[in-house]
């Protein structure tokens, strides 16, 4: 996988793992491991897009889980939008 970002049809969310920052569940004591594949996520299953407390764009996940990216705002609300609408999309 090249892209930083992809949707699907089915509105699924792909993540290269090599932008993450964290993948964490508040008050646990330790982080997801991520093992070098890629992070997907179903878009119907993020409650919001915004920076956690470190600044970071973070995906809020209805399961309590943050997924917090080292990207630019508007490609990740962009990627939320085109997944959500079940379209196509990817950013390089």
Do not use: R, W
Not at 35 to 52: M, R, V
Not at 63 to 69: D, P
Not at 74 to 84: C, G, Q, R
Request: hydrophobic share 40%; charged share 15%; net charge positive.
């Amino acid at each position: 996988m090249n892209n930083k970002l992809q949707t699907t049809s089915e509105g699924l969310i792909y993540i290269k793992p090599s932008v993450i920052i964290t993948l964490k569940k508040p008050n646990t004591i330790e982080g997801a491991k991520i093992l070098g594949k890629p992070i997907i996520i179903n878009a119907n299953q993020i409650c919001f897009l915004s920076h956690n407390t470190e600044g970071n764009v973070t995906y809020f996940l209805t399961n309590g889980f943050e997924v917090s990216m080292n990207i630019f705002f508007d490609e990740a609300l962009s990627i939320l939008n085109a997944a959500k609408a079940n379209i196509i999309k990817s950013i390089e």
